[in-house]
T-cell receptor, first 114, second 113 residues
Framework: AQTVTQSQPEMSVQEAETVTLSCTYD???????LFWYKQPPSRQMILVIR??????QNATENRFSVNFQKAAKSFSLKISDSQLGDAAMYFC???????????FGQGTRLTINP | KAGVTQTPRYLIKTRGQQVTLSCSPI?????VSWYQQTPGQGLQFLFE???????NKGNFPGRFSGRQFSNSRSEMNVSTLELGDSALYLC????????????FGPGTRLTVT
């Protein structure tokens, strides 16, 4: 069974600094996608970044980037120049190709200190 | 383009009752997935519908059911409610053009007393 583990229940960072959220996953599949979702207090789940497993290049979206280590089954999220609006629950998620079912980690609550 | 909408946003029910939640996907999206979010179990996949057919189902009891209409709107139903069904229910829609991206609605907060 596929599982996703986020080992950091809570993280905090000073505004404008960089923070890295960790995620590991377990799967026997070779074709899959990995995602980071953000859920602010408003509850709306927002896609932050995605990574296709077949791509070796790490995905980047503005201040957000990932470190994808396929052999280690690791998928960390780096947020640069943290902003107050980045405060939220962050969920790492996995999906096999061809299916819509997302498997989520337990989440990391990120606090930004002004 | 309007986002995913879910109604109602909040719901309070009593044990033993049944409830129906509604989800309207983004226009043009034909796949709708449902998730249950609780503090203890986190986010868990309930089921997915595509073109009115259930394509995948999570590990939930038969009290949880769903359907999808020809306009892609989806409903989920929970019968004989239990206290443990209190949760945030999220739906997400996706398009066959960008199947790797799921767009979530704001959720329905169900409280069972």
């Amino acid at each position: 069974a596929q599982t996703v583990t986020q080992s950091q229940p809570e993280m905090s960072v000073q505004e404008a600094e960089t923070v890295t959220l960790s995620c590991t996953y377990d799967t026997s599949e070779s074709d899959y996608y990995l995602f980071w979702y953000k859920q602010p207090p408003s509850r709306q789940m927002i896609l932050v970044i995605r990574q296709e497993a077949y791509k070796q290049q790490n995905a980047t979206e503005n201040r957000f980037s990932v470190n994808f280590q396929k052999a280690a089954k690791s998928f960390s999220l780096k947020i640069s120049d943290s902003q107050l609006g980045d405060a939220a629950m962050y969920f790492c998620a996995y999906r096999i190709q061809g299916a819509q079912k997302l498997v989520f980690g337990q989440g990391t609550r990120l606090t930004i200190n002004p | 383009k309007a986002g995913v909408t879910q109604t109602p946003r909040y719901l309070i029910k009593t044990r033993g009752q049944q409830v129906t939640l509604s989800c309207s996907p983004i226009s043009g999206h034909r796949s709708v997935s449902w998730y249950q979010q609780t503090p203890g179990q986190g986010l868990q996949f309930l089921f997915e519908y595509f073109s009115e057919t259930q394509r995948n189902k999570g590990n939930f009891p038969g009290r949880f059911s769903g359907r999808q209409f020809s306009n892609s709107r989806s409903e989920m139903n929970v019968s004989t409610l239990e206290l443990g069904d209190s949760a945030l229910y999220l739906c997400a829609s996706s398009s066959y053009l960008t199947p790797y991206e799921q767009y979530f609605g704001p959720g329905t907060r169900l409280t069972v007393t």
